[in-house]
């Protein structure tokens, strides 16, 4: 298996931009695991194994193809949820700031407000 994808917090209800972030940002989060700290990770130039949240940061800010793709995703459900597409950067950033308020881990909350605050350039 090369993935999985974790439905622990799955809802049967709920606002629907939602799932199309947590998907995005959930698989960002592993996109540097398998590679030592500092490095550049395989298949993704634009990205080296750093911090926690590398991941996202490069999915919603970097450039190539994975940040292409990933941005496509949830442009492409917004608009089929009669979202304006434009609205892909917000829905992203709401995302990892309901994560950061809602879970019961608190370090993960700590990293998830860490993540929104570099993409956003705001001290919390």
């Given amino acids: ?3 999985g994808i974790d439905w622990e917090a799955a809802r049967p209800a709920g606002p629907p931009a939602r799932d199309l972030a947590r998907f995005v940002t959930s698989y960002s989060l592993y996109l540097d695991r398998h590679t030592r700290p500092g ?3 395989a298949g993704h130039p ?3 194994a750093d911090r926690w949240g590398a991941g996202v940061e490069y999915a919603v800010d ?3 193809w994975y940040p ?3 941005r496509s995703f949830v442009k492409t459900g917004l608009e089929r949820l009669g979202v304006p597409p434009a609205c892909w950067r917000d829905v992203l950033l709401a995302d990892l700031a309901v994560t950061a308020a809602t879970t019961d881990h608190d370090e993960f909350a700590r990293n998830h407000l860490l993540v929104f605050r570099r ?3 705001r001290r919390l």
Avoid: E, N
Wanted: hydrophobic share 45%.
């Fill in 68 to 70: 292409d793709l990933a």
């Fill in 119 to 121: 993409l956003t350039g």
């Fill in 62 to 64: 970097g450039a190539g």
């Fill in 46 to 48: 634009g990205l080296r």
């Fill in 1 to 3: 298996m090369l993935g």
């Fill in 39 to 41: 490095h550049r990770v």
